[in-house]
Every structure is written in C-alpha cells, then in structure tokens.
C-alpha cells in the first residue's frame, strides 16, 4: 500500500509536534572531547647523586611528580566523559591546570637542574640580564628574595616574548600569578617537600645549593634571543 501526499505531509507535522513537545526531555549533552591527551612521566634519575640533593629526597620528589603527571591523565579523561553542564565538570575544569601546572613545572625544574658551569658571561640571557637588572648579581639577589618568601609555591624567570622584558614571578601553589604569552626560562620549586628532607626548615640553605646546581644549558635553550 501506497502513502498519498497528504497522508505522508500529516505523519511528518505528527511526529515534529512529538519531537518538540515542551514535556519532551532535552538531548543529554554531548561531552566535550572524546580523546584526552595522555601524558608520560619523564625521567629525571640522572639527577641522583647531584650535590646539595640527597637520593631520598630527589626519589620522592619523583615520585610527588609522577603523581601530577597521573592526576593530569586522570581529570582529562574524566572530563572528556562528564557532562559539561554539572558541577562536577565545573570543579574538574578548575582542578585541571593546577594538576597540569603541577606537573609541567616540575618537569621544567628537574630540567633546569643537574648543572655544573655557571652562565657565561657572554651568553645573550646573561647580556639580557645585565641590561635589565644593572647587574647578574642584582638579579640573582631579586630571584633569591622571591624564593625566600613565606608561603608554598615557585619562582619562575618569565620572558615577555613581544617586550623582551624579563621577570622573577612568585608563583603560588602551581597556579597563581603566571604571566599569559611569557616563556619560563628558570624555575625553582620552593614548596617544602623540595627541601625539608635535607635542610629542614633552612630555605636559605636550600636555595643556595639550588644556584649551585643549575643547569644554564638548559635554561639559555629556552631564551629566545633577538625574538623582541
Ligand atoms: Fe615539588
């Protein structure tokens, strides 16, 4: 049997009355993403036996790190599954850069140490430097004094990469006071987990055997010379 026009135009307006009817349950929605990124821990033992850094410290800050890395891997994959209109995707949406911070600027401080020649005068961050702060000295003195507040958190060499402009941010927990569209070039951990195992609560101790141990190498391949 044969559907007239007519017939098929009224099961058509049928089911759009059905479809949109205001009792109607609006479409679950539709997560954001469905491939979360997945991160791996990098490896950092080539740092054991770095002077100033007992193994038993630096084995557990591994691990505090590798924590990160799995946090991160675990609220990606948990938001990419959430509905985006509940709380609990609001609060994983807030939680996810102080996981992914946590874990990127371990990764960027492990990679600023290991160090055992100190910048060379000649190198164009250290000219940079003297340009900006008078004198290596000077701003050695300012990162050390932003180390050496009260509270947990990180200090972090930003570079402006438009000004060129360069700068000893106060970074608190893994968060807060970053600078949007800058580079970090040098950072240090200043939480107490970096410290307490070897200098209890000699911060001062801890910082100086931190500048004994960077690894300029690494910090000049971040600087992007002539950029500005
Ligand atoms: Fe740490």
Known sequence: MSLTSASL?????????????SDTPAPAPTPAST??????????????????????????????????VKNTNLVASKLAVTDPTSPEYAELKRRFGWEFDGMRLHELYFG????????????????????????????????TATASMRGIG?????????????????????DTGHLAGCTPLLVADVFEHAFLTDYGLDKKSYIAAF???????????????GNM
């Open 35 to 68: 491939m979360p990124p997945s991160y791996t821990p990098m490896d950092f033992s080539s740092l054991l036996g770095m002077p100033g850094f007992s193994d038993t410290l630096l084995q557990n800050h591994f691990k505090l790190y590798q924590g990160y």
């Open 211 to 225: 500048w004994k141990n960077v690894n300029w190498d690494a910090v000049t391949l971040r600087y992007k010379a």
């Open 112 to 143: 600023n140490l290991g160090g055992k020649a100190p910048l060379s005068p000649d190198a164009p961050l250290y000219t940079a430097i003297v340009a900006q702060f008078g004198s290596f000295d000077a701003w050695q003195a300012d990162f």
């Open 9 to 21: 135009a009224l099961m058509i307006v049928f089911a759009a009355s059905t479809a949109f009817a």
């Open 154 to 174: 990180w200090v972090v060499l930003y570079q402006d990469t438009s000004s060129g402009g360069l700068f000893n941010c106060w970074i608190n927990e893994h």
